[in-house]
């Protein structure tokens, strides 16, 4: 009787070690430029109650339909994290972070999971990192965190990157536009979608985000936020501008990059690559001055980024870098070896050489095969005969040369060798 296999959930990926080496240098990259900005790694759990995601993200996407949420044995309503700004925002209410310190900058690198329509670059389980940088409404602040993006992206050698900036202004800036907006969507009402119908009368800004044609076509000639800026709005994003200038870092302005929450204030952005397809958003990021109080903290400005691990390797394509090969390769002929083949590799290793030996004990000519594909420097060969001298052969297996070593001195001598 076959049983029948259980495969992984669509939208599900397996890391494999030929591709997780490609993971660890990101990550690398990740906590290198983290360190470099001066950023502290947060972790927060895998799931929280199911509310503090509801109560910032009432509306969106990920809300109506894309979360993991169930209810628990003790009847709680839970939901494994689809996103990491409101389980930050939690932490740093719940810790005091604010009381502690008036700046707090965090980072993470994590798993989300949203229900979504499995797709190249859009999985159901994937990975982001990003940072939260609570404290200061300043345009330095915000021009830190789109170099801080930037950075990581070129570091790990992202190009053609394009950065779209905008600004949302301030909570009155947004009332103001809502009804401009509505004004001017009045006489299309009835050319637009049902969903856009919906959002007409709760959330005009999303319509914004529409995807269909005939929208975008009326929406060229739709009023622009900036119309609505306060002055303290367009002062703030112009010296965000001035700072990026001064930074020597390249924007396109976008007027069409808009968030329909209330608690999204000012400076957004997002960075595109033109190495993806259609899914081609690699960095989503902006200023939440409002939304720490809106989850229960005392009023503090706040702004952060939240970028795609997936696509950003997507956007690398494929190298065949494998990280770091076996340097010592050890050979055993015959049983009497095999206690000599496995101290020998415990003791290099314990000298921090990367150290392989064949734990299926084939053939001597299998054995080489195998230590010339690992990538070895040298072959050491361990045999009876080798025993009985007390010396082992070495192999240099790139010219072929080959020496007798005394068994006993094998590790002081490798490691004197450059492998
Ligand atoms: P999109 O418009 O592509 O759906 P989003 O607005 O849902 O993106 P955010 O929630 O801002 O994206 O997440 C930030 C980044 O995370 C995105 O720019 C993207 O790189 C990545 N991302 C979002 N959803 C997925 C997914 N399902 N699979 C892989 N990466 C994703
Ligand atoms: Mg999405």
Not at 17 to 34: K, V
Not at 395 to 417: C, F, R, W, Y
């Amino acid at each position: 009787m076959t049983k029948e296999f259980i495969r992984s959930i669509k939208g599900t990926q397996d890391i494999l070690p030929d591709q997780s080496q490609r993971w660890q240098a990101l990550e690398t990259t990740i906590r290198n430029t983290m360190d470099t900005y001066g950023y502290g790694e947060i972790r927060t759990p895998a799931f929280e109650r199911t509310e503090l995601f509801a109560s910032v993200g009432e509306g969106t996407d990920i809300v109506s339909k894309e979360m993991y949420s169930w209810t628990d044995q003790g009847g709680e309503n839970l939901t494994l994290k689809p996103e990491l700004t409101a389980p930050v925002v939690r932490s740093f209410i719940q810790n005091n972070l604010g009381g502690q310190s008036p700046m707090n900058k965090l980072y993470y690198i994590d798993a989300l999971f949203r229900r979504e329509r499995p797709q190249k670059g859009r999985y159901r389980q994937f990975h982001q990192f990003g940072i939260e940088a609570f404290g200061s409404e300043h345009p330095e602040m915000d021009a830190e965190v789109i170099a801080l993006a930037l950075a990581v992206f070129n570091d790990i050698g992202l190009e053609g990157l394009t950065l779209k900036l905008n600004s949302i202004g301030s909570s009155e800036c947004r009332s103001n536009y809502r009804n401009t907006l509505r004004d001017f969507l009045k006489p299309h009402i009835n050319d637009l979608s049902e969903t856009s119908q919906n959002r007409f009368e709760n959330n005009p800004l999303r319509i914004l985000d529409t995807k269909a044609p005939h929208e975008i076509e009326i929406l060229k000639n739709a009023p622009n936020i900036s119309d609505s800026w306060t002055a303290e709005d367009k002062a703030h994003f112009e010296e965000v501008c001035f700072l990026l200038d001064t930074l020597g870092i390249q924007y396109s302005l976008a007027s069409n990059l808009v968030r329909g929450l209330d608690y999204y204030t000012r400076t957004t952005f997002e960075i595109t690559s033109t190495a993806l397809g259609a899914q081609d958003a690699i960095c989503g990021g902006g200023r939440y001055d409002g939304l720490v109080e809106t989850l229960g903290g005392k009023p503090t400005p706040g702004i952060g980024f939240a970028a795609g691990m997936e696509r950003i390797l997507l956007a690398l394509g494929d190298d065949d870098s494998s990280g770091n090969p076996t340097q010592v390769y050890i050979v055993g002929l015959g049983d009497g070896a095999r206690p000599s083949v496995a101290k020998l590799a415990e003791d290099l290793r314990q000298n921090n050489i990367r150290t392989d030996f064949d734990p299926l004990r084939r053939s001597i000519k299998a054995q080489m095969r195998e230590a010339n594909k690992s990538g070895a420097t040298i072959a050491v060969i361990i045999g009876d005969k080798e025993l009985e001298s007390g010396q082992a052969e070495i192999k240099d297996l790139k010219t072929g040369d080959q020496e007798p070593v005394k068994i006993k001195a094998l590790v002081d001598h490798i490691n004197s060798l450059t492998l």
